[in-house]
């Protein structure tokens, strides 16, 4: 009588494996298929416009497809057509002044970005492009605005002195800067300084009265960096 070896046989071994091999490809195939429910944007900002819906089959066009269309809040920029005849007053890193309608009071600044090298002769235009410096929420896309070009004159125009207390100037090789406080987030600005005296700093441009600005920590602010405002007492 032969005695029979405890355990599988080789063939139930194999075929175990090629089970658990074959369970293996399909999770890691079912993992693949669920990252591409994952979409995450290139940059960061706002959706401006969903181009499907929930349960809808994208199509591929190129290994890509469009879902939505998303700006960047802290980018906006003004597009303006401008007369040919008009055009040689207009520079690059040229200041503007940049309005509209839903705050009136209170202009935008702006600066010019970029000349487009090709005029719209049916318009007898050129397009130049204006980013604003301190955009805030109630800016949008495809607002209507109007822009002031300002002039080397008007840009230097000293206004009346505004004190700001000391503390808040950044003082740099470039110049000397203060940040603004706007809506939670802090702009770093250029400022020209008329004179100091004690713990006071008087200036000639570069904040406006009714600006909120920093005066601690100065040193270690990023221009466009949220903040958490404390007011003193």
Do not use: W
Request: aromatic letters at 6%; glycine letters at 6%; a neutral charge.
């Amino acid at each position: 009588m032969k005695l029979v070896e405890s355990g599988f046989r080789k063939e139930e071994i194999d075929e175990a494996r090629a089970e658990v091999e074959k369970a293996t490809a399909e999770v890691s195939l079912a993992r693949s298929r669920l990252s591409y429910t994952d979409i995450k944007a290139p940059v960061s900002g706002k959706v401006l416009e969903l181009f499907v819906a929930q349960g809808d089959y994208i199509s591929m066009k190129d290994g890509k497809a469009s879902v939505a269309s998303i700006y960047d809040p802290a980018q906006i920029q003004v597009r303006v057509d401008v007369r040919q005849e008009h055009i040689g007053k207009v520079h690059l890193g040229q200041k503007a002044k940049v309005t509209v309608e839903a705050r009136k009071d209170k202009p935008y600044e702006g600066e010019v970005i970029r000349i487009e090298p090709k005029a719209n002769l049916a318009r007898d235009t050129i397009r130049v492009k204006v980013r604003i410096l301190e955009p805030d929420e109630m800016l949008h896309p495809e607002m209507t605005a109007m822009v002031d070009f300002l002039t080397d004159s008007q840009k230097n125009m000293s206004d009346p002195r505004i004190m700001v207390p000391k503390a808040a100037l950044v003082s740099e090789v470039s110049g000397d800067f203060v940040f603004v406080v706007r809506n939670g987030f802090v702009f770093k600005r250029e400022v020209k300084v008329c004179h100091i005296e004690g713990d006071k700093a008087y200036l000639l441009s570069g904040v406006s009265e009714g600006d909120e600005v920093v005066i601690t920590a100065v040193a270690h602010l990023k221009d466009g960096q949220k903040v958490e405002i404390i007011r003193r007492q």
